[in-house]
């Protein structure tokens, strides 16, 4: 399935965009409530200061502070728990490198309800830059299509992106959206209160009131 | 037995205790100790029962799953709780998400693998020094006890528990040529 009409076809070929300016688009297009589940480093990072508003923080966002790699097996355990919520793994290439696995199980359930975004910049930036193995030869979109996620494929650009997110909050899934991103620093550092994080994300997940 | 009612095998009354505290997603890494337990819970429609491909991964979905109200357990056996360490210390202990876990007991009591005698004795190092919550279930008498009170225990104060299957409970796995 082309999930847009300038769909590049390999890593390569995919505009390198701005983490931060990535996720503050993919904000924009939620409506309902979507959870979305930041995984460790600069991509959480980047997704707690993307998520600050006049109104406060958003509730619906899930940050780990370890546990490297369980950003779409967490996602996983949302969408299965509300079905007719939408869910977003946020997780960077190092990450998903991890628990390439995942990728497997969420297309064995075919978990209509999740959509899998990959931050990659071809390195572990948090720990000084090293290279991960996506600036080795390892595709993740290819990786998550062989695992039996069909609907996965590289963003071209920024618009090309917008359009893919705002599909995948529409139309059934599961979907898996490839960004290459840059290694510009993390606009701000996610507070590091597990407790809360667990308490804002259950309220907003209308677990507790 | 009073009522003359059949005795429950370990395994069903197992089942039992978790649908009736509403447990119902089971990630599992499978385990010939606990394949009696797995085929129940997935011939019953309460549950959803399936595995994972790593213990940690199934550990992901159940965190997921508490925080947006469904409660889980995993299944796993000995060597595979060995690969929790980093995600119960990470994840479940700081941000007091009350794991469940049931873990078949390998590595004791007739084990014929060195390595899963040598793993083995790292798991209640493990669940000590993070202060986990844990049962060696060794009698049939004593499972319903531990695991109903043991689950309202991990709810009430937001702390993992893990339930270790003795082979006395179980039989175990034992060689064969």
Redesign the interface.
Known sequence: MALTTNQPVTRDQAKVMNRYDITKRMLTYLHHDE?V?GGIGYSNFDLWAASESPNGRRQQN?Y???????A???????????PK?KVIALEGDGSILM?L??L??VA??DQKNLTIVILDNGAYQITGGQKTLTDQGVDIVAVAKASGLEQSAWAADESAFEEMIERAMKEDGPWLIGCRIDTNKPVDTTERD??R??DQ??RG???KK | MSDGAPERAWYEIVRDVLKQHDVSLIPYVPDNVLRPLIELLEADPFFNAFSVAREEEGLGITAGAWMAGTRAILLMQTSGFATLANQLASLSVPFQIPTMMIVSERGTLGEFNIGQMLVARTMRPVLDCLAIEHHTVTRLDEVEFIFDRSIRQAVATLGPVCFILSPLLTGGKVFAK
């Not at chain 1, 780990?64 to 369980?70: E, K």
């Not at chain 1, 996602?75 to 299965?80: D, E, F, K, R, T």
């Open positions: 959870a589940i899930f780990m502070l370890g546990s490297m790699g369980l779409v097996p967490i996602a996983l355990g949302v969408a299965l728990a509300q919520r628990q696995a995942a497997g199980t064995a359930r597990p407790s994080i667990r994300f259950m997940m209308g677990v």
